[in-house]
């Protein structure tokens, strides 16, 4: 953790010793549920939401398959953590102020996303713009695209003409009115 000031604690920046320490799985977690995300372990049918119940192990036996992050505090800056995530297959981003085109951008570049993610869902995130949804041409994997709520989408029809012909497998759902 980096320290800004009395009692404050910069939980966006990214600690690449504890990483290194705990594993890109771990160290994941620890960042998302700081910042009010779930995520859920593969072969577990519960999500883990509790920062101090986060289960212990050997490096690796815990690894991240979904993060739903609804109403969490997530933003760019902390998403090198999910740089060293293999097996997330689905993330939810639900009422988070603070996610933006950027993140999206983000996101789509990370190769180990690109071969794993086949689903998410942006919902309420009024940062999100045309820009950022077509970036998610790069998740060469994502099978399923739920979009609802995203005032920032202007060019509806031509956004989602460009996305389906880069992701022609892609099921795209939308509820935009």
């Known amino acids: 953790m980096i320290w800004k000031g009395i009692g404050e604690v910069d939980e966006q920046r990214v600690d ?9 799985d771990r160290a994941a977690s620890e960042w998302l549920l700081r910042c009010g995300a779930l995520v859920r ?21 815990y690894r991240i398959e979904a993060i739903n992050a ?35 951008q ?27 949804i077509l970036a998610l041409h790069k998740l060469t994997n994502l099978e399923y695209l739920y979009l609802s709520d995203l005032p920032g989408i202007r060019e509806k029809e031509k956004t989602f003409r460009v996305l389906q012909q880069a992701l022609p497998n892609l099921k795209l759902e939308l509820d935009l009115e």
Not at 81 to 94: F, N
Not at 106 to 120: A, E, M, P, V, Y
Not at 121 to 129: E, H
């Open 106 to 132: 983000r996101l789509s570049q990370t190769s180990n996303l690109q071969r794993s993610l086949q689903q998410l869902k942006i919902i309420s995130c009024g940062n999100v713009t045309d820009k950022g």
């Open 70 to 104: 609804t109403e969490s505090c997530i933003m760019y800056r902390g998403f090198d953590y999910l740089d060293g995530l293999e097996h997330v297959t689905d993330i939810k981003l639900e009422k988070c102020m603070y996610i933006q085109d950027e993140c999206l």
């Open 16 to 24: 690449h010793e504890r990483i290194r320490a705990v594993g890109p």
């Open 41 to 61: 372990y593969q072969g577990s049918p519960k999500w883990q939401q509790d920062y101090n119940g986060l289960p212990t192990g050997p490096l690796g036996k």
